[in-house]
């Protein structure tokens, strides 16, 4: 992708899954990466591995992104290791499947802090950044098509994404006359560790499928394409939106057959 080579990212959650899918694909196109983990250092070294095979710049850094000092300085060491940070993608996420009337605010508190407060933080100190030196960089949140489509038992997990959708509109007309885009890319059922509870189970897998138009889950590789195309000159013109990349989940499936007339 045009305007990608040499340039410096960094990637939250990018020990497993799509944050590593996406750190990897970055490297591909020339970027140096800074990987962060928060628990999974083994994890984040793979990623490493991966990414240093395309003779690029790297680090890990371990940081608590619901942690605002975590985050300052995981930007902070990003540019100093690289000399400046061009893009940010925010894809540390977590969810906790619990009834919304037994919730523990502590719990609901987490979620937030992690999936909302975390890219919030981590956005602010790119963003000022991005002024200081007076180059406009970007910034791409990993959402979720929960952005705009309710998940009972999963009411934080919703909450945050819907705030998501909305930190990035908000941030995106913030900045537009300096040159800053922000943009979100909402992965649908995708094969990855959050999802252990039916990947790996047949059954399961297959009942999570058939809600899904084109009729299968996504490998993370399947969803990295996107933040590259969105963090690319050629996305220049792009900015405050999110893009669904989810196999049709937010087309309402249920109307695949005219059941209303």
Known sequence: MKGLKGKNVLVTGASVGIGQAIAIR????????????????SGAEKTQEQVDNFGVKSIIVQADVSKEEDCINMVERTIESFGSLDILVNNAAIQKNIPSHKRKLEDHNQVMGVNLSGPFICARESINHFLEREYPGTIINISSPHEIIPKPGFISYSMSKGGLGNLTRTLALEYARNGIRVNSVAPGATLTRINKSWKDDPEKKAAVEKNIPLGWAAEPE?????????ASDEAGYVTGIT?????????YPSYMKNWSS
């Open 243 to 251: 893009m669904y990349v989810d196999g049709g989940a937010v087309l």
């Open 26 to 41: 970055f490297a591909e196109e020339g970027c140096n990466v800074a990987i962060n983990y928060n628990s999974t250092r």
């Open 222 to 230: 399947e969803i990295a394409p996107s933040v590259i195309f969105l």
